[in-house]
């Protein structure tokens, strides 16, 4: 048989599930660290519940994704996820929902295991999104989710430092309400939820900054100059209402000048 024609068979049985994101869809990527929690059990002794050096390498890990070909608008990390937007015009891959969501888990797997110094793996699954407001409601949901996991990480190490084994935690948890978990930390614990860092309980956002090559911010009332573009990491990101607010500002800002 020849190679031509063998080609045509096989190729047909490769992409056979290949799908695509349809041209007009926003696309928006969640990368998920696979057995993170393992990682720091056995490979690195992380700061329970949160560290700052594992928050910076998943910030790192994001400025990655951002730069490794991909042209994302925005960025956004908390505990062992990574959210990416892309724009609306980015074409990678011609929108092949597999090789995206394989390329985007690669890059962020080797950015991360170079950074650990020993292999990690990410997952990653793509929503496809009609529109700016619906990218909002879904940061806004996984900023929300920041707060949860947050409050609840925080009560599984306190009850488990007051003796309590990981199977009587983890039941404890499913019993008590997250006014309860609050009240635990404040009068069990001594912690004050609310005045934790915000970067633990809001999570990061990652933008770009427009800078001239003069170094000034860039105003987009006056006419454009030559400019180099670089990453911004918000930790104190505002509450609910305003973070849809912020990140919406961005959204509009990358696309403004292409939106129908």
Known sequence: MKLDELEVRMRAYESAHDLQVPPEMFIVARLDGRSFSRLAQEVRPFEAPFDPEFRDMMIATGEHLMQCGFRVVYGYTQSD????????????????????????????????????????????????????????????????????????????????????????????????????????????????????????????GLYWLDLPEDGREVDPKKPARAHRRRIVHEASLPEVDEYAQFVHQILYKEHMDRLP
């Open 81 to 204: 996820e990574i959210c990416v937007v892309l724009h609306r015009k980015e074409s990678a891959y011609g929108h092949k929902l597999r090789t995206l969501d394989s390329a985007m888990a690669g890059e962020a797997s080797a950015k991360f295991s170079v950074l650990l110094g020993h292999p990690a793996s990410f997952d990653c699954r793509i929503s496809q999104l009609p529109g700016i407001e619906l990218i909002v409601d879904y940061l806004v949901w996984r900023f929300l989710d920041a707060h949860r996991n947050a409050l609840n990480v925080h009560t599984y190490w306190a009850l488990r430092r007051m003796g309590q084994s990981r199977r009587e935690t983890l039941k404890r948890l499913d019993s008590l309400s997250a006014e309860e978990k609050t009240d635990l930390l404040h009068f069990k614990a001594g912690i004050d939820f609310d005045a934790l860092p915000l970067w633990q309980r809001r999570g990061i």
